[in-house]
């Protein structure tokens, strides 16, 4: 039982935040994690050293950290130490490391057959940081004995660590096939109903993703452990990784940016551009709960709860900036310069920007327009979905989402069929041919409406006759409604309605109709006296010309009537 209450208190936190916001976290966790360990090297899991000390490894292995003396820096003597070391794990000549304690301090020596004791170091008081320089060196005789013996065991019997590595990499197959088996036909059976959205039957979708996430996770955690295990078998990947990763913390990790009157390094910066990053992502986090959660249970509209969540918004993101630089030690007075260009660019460059934000302060405090309004502005009209600083979104009543400057707000005509109340009134023209009774135009009209649930009853609908128009008697429906992001369809509706009854009750509705009336005459032409003696000798020349294809158009009749009779009275005679 309290599994399952607790599955179901897991699924109903993750209904409430969107994929995208599990990702966006699961990723600042992991970045932030990382960035942490590597800026901090004193941590065991890290190789970088600071500058007064020097670590002393064996085929990538840290042992222990020598500081500086007064003749040799850390590093020379670690690099001495380490190219002894690494002469002595490359042979198979059995070594044995001593403590000589005959002088003041403690020395290191490594016995290597009957040869004179090979000399690696002396333990001095800067070495012992947390005990006698003599405790230390009988601590350090076992570290490096420990990895003497090591190293030429590995060196004397590779194939070992070859079988241990094969095995490991088949152990690895096998986990990843069973993971896959898993998701693939238990994970979702073993979850508890209370996950199942009874909506859909199935479980959430941000479950399913968060679920997916972990199990690649898994997946590349499995991989990336047994290709680490595998390479820390042999010495010299070993080695070699620890090169490489010694590099690039020494690199990134090295504080060469100047800032505030501190150096930092890359990780410093890296690790505070991820903190602003996850600070931001926060304060949407808590504007989207007091929006969804906090403001919705207090009873204010929607317009005074965006404007509560935009300005917690904000005011979060300024107060946790400003504690993330302090606890940082940066120096905001440096900031001061970079303030006054800031400023100068505001004033030149970004004057549509500081104009947009500034015309969003207004629309946010002064609230002429708010959140949940029906507005139309220029060529879009809408509802108000969301103010930010530069823009305003507006969702259309054919669902399209338009971005509209913030000044065009200000400095535009915007109507705004929400603002103080929510009722308005609609009007609807109707025409009706001649002859028509306009009272029963007017009881037709009542009647269309009398019934309509969304239209409002106080103030009552009323019907104007307008005027006498052209074609028709022309009247005014005038009604109120309450719900002004629907008064298209309410029209629509009702002129359903109205052309219904008008037909029903056999009253015209008439068409445009116009008249066309032609006259004939002649045109007062003024032309000149050559124009119209050659029209009159084309129309001489014409009238020659219809005469003579007239005439031999009837001579051709003529022969052709002759032909046929003359073979006609050969055919009788024969």
């Given at each position: 039982?309290?599994?399952?209450?607790?599955?179901?208190?897991?699924?109903?936190?993750?209904r409430?935040?969107?994929?995208?916001?599990l990702?966006?976290?699961?990723c600042?966790?992991?970045?932030?994690?990382?960035?942490?360990?590597?800026?901090?090297?004193?941590?065991?899991?890290v190789?970088?050293?600071?500058l007064?000390?020097?670590?002393?490894?064996?085929?990538?292995?840290?042992?222990?950290?020598?500081?500086?003396?007064?003749?040799?820096?850390?590093?020379?003597?670690?690099?001495?130490?380490?190219?002894?070391?690494?002469?002595?794990?490359?042979?198979?000549t059995?070594?044995?490391?001593?403590?000589?304690?005959?002088?003041?301090?403690?020395?290191?020596?490594?016995?290597?057959?009957a040869?004179?004791?090979l000399?690696?170091?002396?333990?001095?008081?800067?070495?012992?940081?947390?005990?006698?320089?003599?405790v230390?060196?009988?601590t350090?005789q076992?570290?490096?004995?420990q990895?003497?013996?090591?190293?030429q065991?590995?060196?004397g019997n590779?194939?070992?660590l070859?079988?241990?590595?094969?095995?490991?990499?088949?152990?690895?197959?096998?986990?990843?096939w069973?993971?896959?088996?898993?998701?693939?036909?238990?994970?979702?059976?073993?979850l508890?109903?209370a996950?199942?959205?009874?909506?859909t039957?199935d479980?959430?979708?941000?479950?399913r993703?968060?679920l997916k996430?972990?199990?690649?996770?898994?997946?590349?955690?499995?991989?990336v452990?047994?290709?680490?295990?595998?390479?820390?078998?042999?010495p010299?990947?070993?080695?070699?990784?620890y090169?490489?990763?010694?590099?690039?913390?020494?690199?990134?990790?090295t504080?060469?940016?100047?800032?505030?009157?501190k150096?930092?390094?890359?990780?410093?910066?890296?690790?505070?551009?991820v903190?602003?990053?996850g600070?931001?992502?926060?304060?949407?986090?808590?504007?989207?709960?007091?929006?969804?959660?906090?403001?919705?249970?207090?009873?204010?509209?929607?317009?005074?709860?965006?404007?509560?969540?935009?300005?917690?918004?904000?005011v979060l993101l300024?107060i946790?900036a400003?504690?993330?630089?302090?606890?940082?030690?940066?120096?905001?007075?440096?900031?001061?310069?970079f303030?006054s260009?800031?400023?100068v660019?505001?004033?030149?460059g970004?004057?549509?920007?500081?104009?947009n934000?500034?015309?969003?302060?207004?629309?946010?405090?002064?609230?002429?327009?708010?959140?949940?309004?029906?507005?139309?502005?220029?060529?879009?009209?809408?509802t108000?979905?969301?103010?930010?600083?530069?823009?305003?979104?507006?969702?259309?009543?054919?669902?399209?989402?338009?971005?509209?400057?913030?000044?065009?707000?200000?400095?535009?005509e915007?109507?705004?069929w929400?603002?103080?109340?929510?009722?308005?009134?609609?009007q609807?023209?109707?025409?009706?041919?001649?002859?028509?009774?306009?009272?029963?135009?007017?009881?037709a009209?009542?009647?269309?409406?009398?019934?309509?649930?969304?239209?409002?009853k106080?103030?009552?609908?009323r019907?104007?006759?307008?005027?006498?128009?052209?074609?028709?008697?022309?009247?005014?429906l005038?009604?109120?409604?309450?719900?002004?992001?629907k008064?298209f369809?309410?029209?629509?509706d009702?002129?359903?309605?109205i052309?219904?009854?008008?037909?029903?009750?056999e009253?015209?509705i008439?068409?445009?109709?116009?008249?066309l009336?032609?006259?004939s005459?002649?045109?007062p032409?003024d032309?000149?006296e050559?124009?119209?003696t050659?029209?009159?000798?084309?129309?001489?020349?014409?009238?020659?010309?219809?005469?003579?294809?007239?005439?031999?158009?009837?001579?051709?009749?003529i022969?052709a009537?002759?032909?046929?009779?003359s073979?006609?009275?050969?055919?009788?005679?024969?």
């Amino acid at each position: 039982m309290i599994i399952n209450r607790f599955f179901a208190w897991v699924a109903r936190i993750i209904r409430d935040f969107s994929c995208r916001r599990l990702w966006r976290w699961c990723c600042f966790a992991l970045i932030t994690a990382s960035l942490i360990l590597l800026s901090h090297p004193h941590t065991d899991t890290v190789v970088a050293q600071t500058l007064d000390s020097e670590k002393v490894e064996v085929d990538g292995i840290p042992l222990f950290e020598l500081s500086s003396s007064k003749a040799f820096p850390a590093e020379d003597r670690a690099r001495k130490v380490n190219q002894s070391l690494q002469s002595l794990v490359s042979k198979s000549t059995q070594a044995t490391v001593i403590v000589d304690v005959s002088d003041d301090l403690p020395v290191l020596k490594v016995e290597v057959g009957a040869k004179q004791p090979l000399y690696l170091l002396t333990v001095n008081s800067q070495d012992a940081k947390w005990s006698t320089p003599e405790v230390t060196a009988r601590t350090w005789q076992k570290k490096l004995q420990q990895a003497i013996d090591r190293g030429q065991e590995e060196r004397g019997n590779p194939w070992r660590l070859i079988a241990i590595g094969s095995l490991c990499l088949l152990l690895a197959l096998i986990a990843h096939w069973g993971i896959g088996w898993f998701w693939r036909q238990k994970l979702f059976t073993l979850l508890p109903r209370a996950t199942v959205d009874p909506t859909t039957g199935d479980q959430p979708q941000s479950l399913r993703f968060l679920l997916k996430v972990i199990f690649y996770c898994l997946r590349l955690a499995l991989w990336v452990g047994t290709i680490g295990f595998i390479c820390g078998l042999f010495p010299w990947t070993r080695n070699g990784i620890y090169l490489i990763i010694n590099a690039l913390v020494q690199t990134f990790s090295t504080p060469f940016i100047p800032a505030g009157g501190k150096s930092y390094s890359v990780l410093d910066v890296a690790l505070l551009l991820v903190l602003l990053a996850g600070l931001m992502n926060l304060a949407k986090t808590v504007q989207h709960l007091l929006r969804s959660r906090v403001l919705g249970a207090t009873g204010l509209n929607r317009g005074a709860q965006e404007a509560v969540a935009f300005v917690a918004n904000y005011v979060l993101l300024f107060i946790g900036a400003m504690v993330l630089f302090q606890l940082w030690g940066f120096d905001l007075s440096s900031l001061t310069v970079f303030a006054s260009v800031l400023g100068v660019g505001i004033g030149l460059g970004l004057q549509g920007f500081a104009k947009n934000f500034i015309s969003g302060m207004v629309l946010i405090f002064e609230q002429p327009i708010k959140v949940g309004d029906f507005v139309k502005v220029g060529d879009y009209q809408g509802t108000v979905e969301r103010i930010n600083v530069r823009s305003t979104e507006i969702r259309t009543l054919d669902q399209v989402s338009i971005i509209v400057p913030n000044a065009d707000f200000l400095e535009s005509e915007v109507v705004n069929w929400d603002h103080g109340s929510s009722i308005s009134r609609l009007q609807i023209p109707v025409g009706v041919a001649y002859g028509t009774n306009p009272k029963q135009v007017r009881e037709a009209l009542m009647d269309a409406v009398a019934d309509y649930g969304s239209v409002r009853k106080d103030p009552p609908p009323r019907v104007f006759f307008t005027e006498f128009g052209d074609n028709s008697l022309n009247f005014l429906l005038l009604i109120w409604i309450d719900e002004p992001e629907k008064q298209f369809a309410i029209k629509s509706d009702l002129n359903f309605r109205i052309e219904t009854i008008l037909r029903h009750r056999e009253i015209e509705i008439p068409f445009p109709q116009r008249d066309l009336h032609l006259r004939s005459g002649k045109l007062p032409l003024d032309l000149p006296e050559e124009l119209v003696t050659s029209f009159t000798q084309l129309t001489q020349n014409l009238e020659v010309w219809l005469q003579k294809q007239s005439v031999n158009g009837i001579s051709s009749e003529i022969h052709a009537a002759d032909n046929t009779n003359s073979t006609h009275q050969d055919d009788g005679a024969s």
